[in-house]
């Protein structure tokens, strides 16, 4: 009989399972494993034998390499050294910070508690500004060599290719979709041509920020990214209207308390919305494999779905000529 899959495997993952491959790593523990939200990887809060608390993190097997990985807990501890807030991975006790388990790479983290802001009032924003920034400073320390970057061809090309190439996209609507995709890069590749990259978060949305007694905390570097600057600082305030776009002034004037920025750069915020649609859509389709899916995005793939990210890409190139 051939072994299952490390697919199989991952979506099969049980308490029982997790608690024995962070024993098997040297770490004993309690019968006490409770999962905690999240899609693209299994993650899951287990009791050590002195009653602590940890955080085990299982990747979804063939997204990341070794060397991709291990990048990520690099730059992860990087940032520790250098005092910023963030939830490096734990070492082993035989040392190393990833560990494998049948196929299925897995790492431990302390566990942290707060939760996302509610509200951006100045004081905040300004503080994100220059957290945000500290943290390009560590990253553009030294260069990304494994990491995917944020750019035209990795978010949109290849991304629409894999969706086209699979029938994805519904007859009806897809050349529309292709076309507005295809324009948005050209357009990411204009404004993006001679604008710096170093590493960063990469996904640095509210819902990867904590706020505890007043302490502030970033988490979640998975989709960490080689990239322009202004990729960790939009989604923070990702609107359009006015409100958002002095939110984002005030951003941009926290970080350069702490690191100069090119204003130029605001004019990213469009083809990267863009770009964030595609690379998410084709990302829910491939995962529809994956059960959680199909239950937490039932709509994803209708002749719906498919007309509103069409008309939200076109919305986005209209936009985009008017600054």
């Known amino acids: 009989m051939n072994a299952p899959a490390a697919d199989d495997l991952f979506f099969s993952l049980t308490p029982q399972k997790v608690l024995e491959a962070v024993e098997v790593a040297g770490v004993p523990c309690n019968p006490v494993c409770y999962p905690l939200n999240s899609f693209e990887n299994r993650v899951y809060e ?57 196929g299925i790479y897995y790492c431990l983290f302390d566990r942290m508690g707060g939760r996302a802001p509610d509200e951006l009032d100045d004081g905040l924003l300004e503080r994100l500004g220059m957290l945000v920034a500290r943290m390009h400073n560590v990253g553009a320390a030294r260069p990304g060599v494994h990491r995917v970057r944020v750019d035209a061809n ?7 290719a894999w969706m086209e190439g699979r029938g994805v996209l519904p007859p009806g609507i ?114 529809w494999h994956d059960p959680i899916f199909p239950r937490t995005w039932p709509h994803f793939g209708t002749p719906s779905y498919w007309n509103d990210e069409t008309r939200a890409l076109e919305e986005i190139l209209e936009v985009s000529t008017e600054n």
């Open 154 to 160: 990795t978010f949109v090309r290849q991304e629409l």
């Open 174 to 287: 897809a050349g529309r979709y292709a076309g507005a995709a295809r324009r948005i890069a050209d357009l990411a590749d204009a404004r993006m041509r001679d604008v710096e990259v170093h590493r960063l978060h990469g996904d640095l949305h509210l819902g990867n920020l904590l706020l505890r007694d007043g302490v502030l905390r970033v988490l979640d570097f998975d989709d960490m990214a080689v990239g322009p600057a202004m990729q960790d600082l939009w989604l923070i305030a990702p609107g359009r209207d006015a409100e958002a776009m002095q939110q984002r002034a005030v951003l941009v004037e926290g970080y350069e308390k702490m690191r100069s920025f090119s204003w130029g750069e605001l004019r990213l915020v469009e083809p990267l919305r863009g770009m964030r649609m595609v690379r998410y859509a084709a990302w829910l389709a491939r995962r």
């Open 46 to 102: 287990v009791e050590r034998e002195d009653r602590t608390r940890v955080v085990a993190k299982f990747y979804r097997p063939g997204r990341w390499t070794e060397a991709q990985l291990l990048e990520e807990h690099q730059f992860l501890q990087e940032l520790a050294e250098e005092e910023l807030p963030v939830c490096a991975p734990r070492a082993f006790p035989e040392g190393g910070t990833l560990r494998q388990i049948e």
